[in-house]
């Protein structure tokens, strides 16, 4: 096997060692996950960049390396989507001392993501909300086709360039679906998604949620799309229910039976009939 020669450089104060044929750009983001810089591949004839993601704690914990491997797999499954973002490779790096340096993923840059467009409170036309949630859909259609759930889609997890092509990103927090109840259970937990884009069957334990809970989410984009503000922005738990039920009022009888846990129920009730 070929040695693959590396540099260093500092990217939010951490080491970044990369393969040398990449030159820093700038720094991106950092987070929980890691942190992010763009580079430019310096053997190209074109102008070649791609966005490099360091992710430093994915051995700490059982559950992070569970994330990033189930990330991987899902990325190289779904590369070549125009709506899904492209992992281009991978470099697991270790010190000179043997210990381990990061998780380096070499991946489709992108300009900037949805959440920075809403904010910027620039100027956009319907045709434009048109084009961001048809690619969404076109991308979840993909996703969900092999029975995987995103999970966690969200205005930062849509990553957009100047032409308005759209990719969805970070399957961290995906899950494979089938279409057995007693199966799902077996791997489908509650607290998943950012709350303000959670559904509601997923905060009230309802029994057995389904690939619906992406186009809540959805749902929740193209209000903020038009409203320039998160639709259901909860505070906490009980606050991000009451913001629910005040728009869509109270479920019907056969919905809230189907309600996991007993106290939510009684908690619905007590707030009597509310209309949408």
Same mark, same amino acid.
């Given at each position: 096997m070929e040695k693959i020669e590396r540099h260093t450089f500092k990217v939010f104060n951490q080491d970044f060692t990369v393969d040398k044929r990449f030159a820093l750009i700038k720094e991106i983001g950092h987070g929980a996950y890691g942190v992010v810089c763009s580079a430019r591949f310096t053997e190209a004839a074109?102008?070649? &960049?791609?966005?490099? *993601?360091?992710?430093?704690?994915?051995?700490?914990? &059982?559950?992070?390396? *569970?994330?990033s491997l189930r990330e991987l797999k899902l990325l190289r499954h779904f590369r070549g989507h125009k709506n899904i973002t492209c992992l281009y490779d991978l470099d697991i790096v270790f010190n000179n001392d043997g210990s381990f340096n990061g998780l380096y993923l070499y991946e489709e840059l992108m300009e900037c993501d949805m959440y920075q467009i809403?904010?910027?409170?620039?100027s956009l036309t319907d045709a434009h909300y048109q084009s961001f949630i048809y690619q969404i859909l076109c991308g979840l259609k993909y996703i969900h086709s092999a029975d995987v759930l995103h999970r966690d889609l969200k205005p930062g997890n849509l990553l957009v360039n100047a032409d308005c092509q759209l990719k969805i990103c970070d399957f961290g927090l995906a899950r494979?679906?089938?279409?057995?109840?007693v199966e799902n259970n077996q791997f489908l937990t509650e607290y998943v998604a950012t709350r303000w884009y959670r559904a509601p069957e997923i905060m009230l334990s309802y029994q057995g949620y389904t690939k619906a809970i992406d186009i809540w989410s959805t749902g929740c984009i193209l209000a903020e799309f038009l409203g320039g503000k998160p639709i259901f922005k909860g505070k906490d738990y009980v606050n991000q229910l009451n913001r629910i039920l005040q728009v869509l009022g109270t479920p019907p009888d056969e919905?809230?039976?189907?309600?996991?846990?007993?106290?939510?129920?009684?908690?619905?009730?007590?707030?009597?009939?509310?209309?949408?």
């Open positions: 074109d102008d070649t &960049t791609v966005a490099i *993601k360091k992710v430093t704690n994915v051995f700490s914990k &059982t559950l992070l390396c *569970k994330r809403i904010k910027s409170g620039q494979g679906y089938s279409e057995n109840p919905t809230l039976r189907r309600i996991g846990s007993k106290n939510v129920q009684d908690y619905i009730h007590q707030l009597g009939y509310i209309p949408k």
